[in-house]
């Protein structure tokens, strides 16, 4: 739609007449630059050649100026036309249009400004040398010694001021190196995301169908509601109270689906360890994870279980997934459950406390043993270790991270109240491939102050609490790629 201005011209007139004009402008600025230059390298001018050629350059760059505030004139009219467009797209268009007609008379009034301050300076140096010259009394070879010096000094601010706009210009193309980088950095991750996301949707929406057709035929059943599945006992005469786990009306967490991608990507088989870049990224994903993510919520009957649990309170575990570089398990822990103190050789491990409130206690090999220990003390089953970790924590708390050699290697988990602790272990345990879980009983060794920062670890057998019940995972699904 062609928008009126106020002196009867459509926008796209006033922006051609805007144009010609910039095309003018730019040619009388050349022009006196041009003229500038011939007169600067010549010979120098007389007072009356000083005037006169003054004269001349002062009406061209009045003429100029006026050009100058003609566009921006023209500026100001477009500007108050464009905003009035209905169309988003087109106003967009007109308003960067007019926005670069802006920034072109800009330009030419900075030109013109310096321009007008050179020529003044020029014309008054060849009035101040035409006093000299009045004032010398024939005295020629000082004067032209006198000459030939401001010439010099002429030609060297000349270069000067060049060799400065050149490094400004260079500079000036860096930047705009510089940003078109960034610009395209950003949309190729932008390109990415987009990718990423609708091959998750897809994924997505087949779930989706498969379980909204499983969920009629349930409707259609008179199964509707709460489908509760509870942790039956294996190998256990005590019972645990209360452990339900509901199937999740979310069929996919994208929080836990993160989790999953994320250590495809981190773990990478057995030998190897995590570059720490790669363990802040899933510590990350790990830290923003929430018990319903899993199916888990603080109403569960077994969280709010507030008496003891008859017999000896046994563990119970649900695995997510499984594979032969990583495993995500949930642990669940009865109040004062105990998982004994075990190690994890050539894992690197990660756990996220989800519910509950747990004392941990962790510790990490002497390397290399002590020489002077004393061996009456340290038989050879025994092995000195740091203590790491002797605290309590309650959720929600930020994951916690061990390595092969480091950061709690060999842990206890107590349970203060029922628990729910995820662990994302990489790789898993495999007595096959020697991976074994050992277990360990600690002898705290005291020192002069009465602190416990070491402790003799003994291997043991395995131990009756050890013991734990496999579950049936019900919670929100993962997508797994097709192989």
């Not at 594979?323 to 990660?350: D, G, Q, R, W, Y």
């Not at 043993?369 to 203590?387: F, G, M, V």
């Not at 005291?446 to 496999?470: N, Q, R, V």
């Amino acid at each position: 739609m062609a928008m009126v201005g106020e002196g009867g011209g459509t926008l796209s007139e006033l922006y051609n007449s805007s144009k010609r004009l910039s095309m003018k402008t730019r040619d009388s600025l050349e022009r006196l630059e041009r003229l500038e230059y011939t007169s600067s390298s010549s010979s120098s001018l007389s007072s009356s050649n000083a005037v006169v050629t003054g004269s001349t350059d002062d009406q061209a760059a009045a003429a100029i100026r006026r050009d100058i505030i003609q566009i921006q004139s023209i500026c100001s009219e477009m500007d108050r036309l464009w905003r009035s467009i209905a169309s988003k797209p087109q106003r967009d268009l007109w308003k960067r249009k007019v926005e670069q007609v802006s920034e072109e008379a800009e330009s030419f009034r900075a030109s013109l400004d310096k321009y007008i301050s050179r020529h003044q300076k020029r014309v008054q140096e060849a009035q101040e040398r035409a006093e000299l010259l009045g004032r010398a009394n024939g005295d020629s070879h000082v004067l032209r010694i006198f000459d030939d010096q401001v010439q010099a000094a002429e030609s060297v601010r000349r270069s000067s001021r060049v060799l400065e706009e050149t490094f400004a210009t260079g500079v000036a193309i860096l930047s705009k190196y510089s940003e078109q980088r960034d610009h395209l950095k950003r949309a190729q991750r932008k390109a990415l995301d987009v990718l990423n996301t609708l091959g998750l949707s897809n994924s997505l929406l087949r779930l989706i169908e498969r379980r909204n057709r499983l969920d009629k035929w349930i409707k259609r059943s008179g199964v509707v509601g709460h489908v509760n599945k509870a942790i039956k006992k294996r190998k256990c005469k005590g019972k645990i109270r209360g452990v339900h786990l509901k199937r999740n009306v979310e069929v996919v967490s994208l929080t836990l689906q993160r989790v999953f991608d994320s250590c495809r990507q981190v773990f990478q088989g057995p030998g190897t360890v995590p570059c720490p870049v790669d363990v802040q990224k899933l510590r990350h994903v790990l830290d923003n994870m929430k018990p319903e993510d899993v199916g888990l919520n603080s109403d569960l009957r077994f969280f709010k279980l507030k008496s003891e649990v008859e017999g000896t309170p046994r563990v119970a575990s649900a695995t997510i997934h499984k594979c032969e570089k990583f495993e995500l398990s949930l642990f669940f822990l009865p109040a004062n459950a105990v998982i004994p103190l075990h190690n994890h050789p050539e894992m690197t491990v990660f756990s996220k406390l989800l519910l509950g409130t747990m004392h941990i206690k962790a510790y990490d090999w002497v390397q290399p043993p002590p020489l002077d220990s004393d061996r009456s003390t340290s038989p050879s089953k025994r092995r000195l270790a740091k203590l790491t970790s002797n605290r309590t924590f309650t959720a929600p708390s930020d994951a916690s991270v061990l390595y092969p050699t480091s950061g709690g290697n060999i842990h206890e988990f107590r349970a203060m109240t029922p628990c729910a602790v995820l662990d994302v272990i990489g790789p898993p345990y495999s007595k096959d491939d020697g991976r074994d879980c050992s277990y360990y009983k600690d002898t705290p060794v005291k020192e002069e102050d009465g602190s416990c920062s070491y402790g003799w670890l003994e291997e043991i057998e395995t131990p009756k609490e050890s013991e734990m019940d496999a579950i049936e995972y019900m919670g929100p699904q993962i997508i797994k790629p097709c192989t």
